[in-house]
């Protein structure tokens, strides 16, 4: 059973960079027919794609953050990472990572399953 | 960016009633050559992550109740679910991608009544 969790700091100063690492259990996200996904949710309020990676480093990302984003995978450990830098109190969210489904090359598809989720709080 | 909206923002259902939760997308999300609508829908309880119900607007996740069901084509969808039992309070996400940034519409909570 694929399972996947999310790992870092839960609390990161503004200007700073969010660093999340993705541990892959029961699976390889060398796996060619999947993708692997970031998706974050503020405190109450609804889903947002941040950006997603092929196992052979190809990456699609939110334009809306793209300048910000740096997503990398490590098929050795079987994990992928997130890099958010720059930020503010707006990127304060859970932070889910999922396995993206359907189509891969174009990195479209829904997302299944999630991790848990981490909180991070960009505080000083 | 497709703006996906859902409507209504939640609703209270009696046990056993039908529970209907509706998503637009502000432009298609048919795609033509394989009439398909790239449209899927998530249930996420509190504390949990979302989970998948339905995929390509219709068809079911293994494991999903039948009681869960889409509907839809184009640019409006339908997640219903008949005869609403207690584990069904959730809030419910439309998620489309026909293209990239893949949307959320905004959740609709349901409760019972």
């Known amino acids: 059973q694929l399972q996947l969790q999310e790992s870092g700091p839960g609390l990161v100063k503004p200007s700073e960079t969010l660093s999340l690492t993705c541990s892959v259990s029961g699976g390889s996200i060398n796996s060619g027919s999947h993708y692997w996904g970031w998706i974050r949710q503020p405190p109450g309020k609804g889903l947002e794609w941040i950006g997603s990676?092929?196992?052979?480093?190809?990456?699609k990302s939110n334009a809306s953050l793209q300048s910000r984003i740096t997503i990398t995978a490590d098929t050795s450990k079987n994990q992928f990472s997130l890099m958010l830098s720059s930020v503010t109190a707006t990127d304060t969210a859970v932070y889910y990572c999922?396995?993206?489904?359907?189509?891969?090359?174009?990195?479209?598809?829904?997302?299944?399953?999630w991790g848990q989720g981490t909180l991070v709080i960009v505080s000083s | 960016d497709i703006v996906m909206t859902q409507s209504p923002d939640s609703l209270a259902v009696s046990l056993g009633e039908r529970a209907t939760i509706n998503c637009k997308s502000r432009q298609s999300v048919l795609y033509s050559p394989n009439n398909k609508n790239y449209l899927a829908w998530y249930q996420q309880k509190p504390g949990q992550p979302p989970k998948v119900l339905i995929y390509w607007a219709s068809t079911r996740e293994s494991g999903v109740p039948d009681r869960f069901s889409g509907s839809g084509s184009g640019t409006d969808f339908t997640l219903t679910i008949n005869s609403l039992q207690a584990e069904d309070v959730a809030v419910y996400y439309c998620?489309?991608?026909?293209?990239?940034?893949?949307?959320f519409g905004g959740g609709t909570k349901v409760e019972i009544k």
């Open positions: 990676i092929y196992y052979s480093g190809s990456t």
């Open positions: 998620q489309q991608y026909y293209s990239t940034p893949v949307t």
């Open positions: 999922a396995r993206g489904l359907q189509d891969f090359i174009n990195q479209k598809g829904w997302f299944d399953p």
